[in-house]
């Protein structure tokens, strides 16, 4: 069987809505399964501002969720979560209880105050905004670039944020028969970015001019400062992230999906899952094609490593 790219709209069961304030430089992406979808957790960085991350334990009554959240704004972004579950419950999206219905919706944000607007991320507005966008047309409003969770992202912040480089939300998706497998990705790391099949440093910490990539990697400048290198474990960055797949899996085979689909970030981002990131995937069923976890998990670190790339704009 031949190996097919295809939009990451194409899955059944799912919308994608995106809202940004370009002028604040944060934003969300929102992802809705409006059936709701068996969905695992794997968190890597020292640093997650995360919602509801307890519903992916396998432990965990709750076999479905109906929104995963790609956020700005770091902890303060979270109030994001409670526009969605509104919007979702208006619209009798999530489980009945008594006379309301009740949708759960889990969130993970980046750090991006530090780009334009220390004073102002996403709240419960901009949520309900990004779930309304979603219903607006068949699958919603998508794009790759510095849209929704990857209007404030960066990379290579190590020497500082003048020395960055603009990142964004990025996204790809394949199909091997009836299975399909897509990522998205918020790139915002304290590190450089690599073409995983090539090597080469392709974004991250910038000469002091800004003009080219900086002559020393990341992990190089950290090895040279190791004597004056300053303590910190402010968690000012994570790279953020959900594989979507219409293989049926429960909750405990999408948390070993999720971790497999880590590899992809250990491939593309050095150094990578350091206290100053709090990096998180998210991997979400949304069919019932049967596959192998093995051969889904290598598929995901594939779509994972090519959504990255987009995310810088390679």
């Given at each position: 069987?031949?190996?097919k790219?295809i939009?990451?709209?194409?899955?059944?069961?799912?919308?994608?809505?995106?809202?940004?304030?370009?002028?604040?430089?944060?934003?969300?992406?929102?992802?809705i399964?409006?059936?709701?979808a068996?969905?695992?957790l794997d968190?890597?960085?020292g640093?997650?501002?995360?919602?509801?991350?307890?519903?992916?334990?396998?432990?965990?009554?709750?076999?479905?969720?109906h929104?995963?959240?790609?956020?700005?704004?770091?902890?303060f972004?979270?109030?994001?979560?409670?526009?969605?579950?509104?919007?979702?419950?208006?619209?009798?999206?999530?489980?009945?209880v008594?006379?309301?219905?009740?949708?759960?919706?889990?969130?993970?944000?980046?750090?991006?105050?530090?780009?334009?607007?220390?004073?102002?991320?996403?709240?419960?507005?901009?949520?309900?905004?990004?779930?309304?966008?979603?219903?607006?047309?068949?699958?919603?409003?998508?794009?790759?670039?510095n849209?929704?969770?990857?209007?404030?992202?960066?990379?290579?912040?190590?020497l500082?944020?003048?020395r960055?480089?603009?990142?964004g939300?990025?996204?790809?998706a394949v199909?091997l028969?009836?299975?399909?497998?897509?990522a998205?990705?918020?790139?915002?790391?304290?590190?450089?970015?690599?073409?995983?099949?090539?090597?080469?440093?392709i974004?991250?910490?910038?000469?002091?001019?800004?003009?080219?990539?900086?002559?020393?990697?990341?992990?190089e400048?950290?090895?040279?400062?190791?004597?004056?290198?300053?303590?910190?474990?402010?968690?000012?960055?994570?790279?953020?992230?959900?594989?979507?797949?219409?293989?049926k899996?429960?909750?405990?085979?999408l948390?070993k999906l999720?971790?497999?689909?880590?590899?992809?970030?250990?491939?593309?981002?050095?150094?990578?899952?350091?206290?100053?990131?709090?990096?998180?995937i998210?991997?979400m069923?949304?069919?019932?094609?049967?596959?192998?976890?093995?051969?889904?998990?290598?598929?995901?670190?594939?779509?994972?490593?090519?959504a990255?790339?987009?995310?810088?704009g390679?």
């Open positions: 069987m031949n190996l790219e939009n990451i709209t194409d899955f059944d069961n799912v919308r994608i809505g995106q809202v940004e304030d370009k002028d604040a430089g944060t934003g969300i992406t929102a992802i399964a409006e059936k709701g068996p969905t695992g968190i890597r960085g640093g997650p501002a995360s919602r509801e991350s307890g519903l992916m334990d396998p432990l965990a009554a709750a076999e479905v969720i929104a995963v959240i790609l956020g700005g704004g770091s902890a972004g979270l109030d994001a979560a409670g526009g969605v579950m509104k919007f979702l419950s208006e619209h009798k999206i999530g489980f009945p008594g006379d309301v219905v009740v949708p759960l919706v889990c969130q993970s944000d980046i750090f991006d105050l530090g780009y334009k607007r220390s004073d102002i991320y996403p709240d419960r507005e901009m949520g309900y905004m990004a779930a309304s966008t979603a219903f607006e047309t068949e699958k919603g409003n998508y794009k790759d670039g849209h929704g969770c990857g209007c404030g992202a960066t990379v290579g912040k190590l500082g944020m003048e960055c480089t603009k990142s939300v990025g996204s790809y199909q028969g009836d299975l399909k497998v897509g998205i990705v918020c790139t915002n790391a304290v590190g450089d970015i690599y073409d995983y099949k090539n090597g080469k440093r974004a991250g910490v910038r000469s002091e001019d800004g003009k080219k990539q900086n002559d020393l990697s990341c992990e400048l950290m090895y040279a400062m190791a004597e004056n290198m300053p303590a910190t474990d402010a968690p000012t960055n994570t790279t953020i992230g959900i594989v979507l797949t219409n293989a899996f429960n909750k405990t085979q948390c999720a971790g497999m689909t880590h590899d992809a970030y250990a491939r593309c981002i050095r150094p990578v899952h350091t206290s100053m990131d709090g990096d998180s998210y991997a069923s949304l069919g019932d094609v049967s596959a192998p976890l093995d051969l889904v998990g290598t598929l995901a670190n594939h779509v994972m490593c090519e990255i790339k987009k995310s810088v390679k």
